[in-house]
């Protein structure tokens, strides 16, 4: 299959980031506006790795350390009340600085419902590549 991809030129290479907890303020309860709470974000984006594969040079890939770092300056320093504002966000950011095509972004708000474990939204934004 790997060769009838490279024939076509198409490409459905993901990096992602799993678990990134940040603490940020977070919800629409007074109580919530006045503390910091943990979120975490689960990242999956397209990008083609067979040139950083050739090369072995961080220069060519996704860095995922530099996707991280962005991302947890951006949400430790956000004051929102929706995850869904802040996960659009955090989406906006990727596409647009990474030059990541396509991504699927969970952000998750550990312990914000009694009874479980998290809640909060997955969204998926950009053009997907086609397998």
Known sequence: MECRLRRHGSMSDLVFIEDLRIETVIGIYDWERKIRQVVALDLEMAFDNR?????????????????????????????????????????????????????????????AVRGSKSVGVVIERGVKPSA
């Open 51 to 111: 040139k950083p594969a050739a090369s072995d040079r961080i220069e060519d890939t996704l860095d995922y350390k530099a996707v991280s770092k962005r991302l947890i300056a951006f949400v430790e320093a956000a004051h929102f009340e929706l995850v869904e504002t802040l996960a659009e966000r955090c989406a906006e950011i990727v596409l647009a600085e990474f030059k990541v095509a396509w991504l699927r972004l969970k952000l998750a708000k550990p312990g």
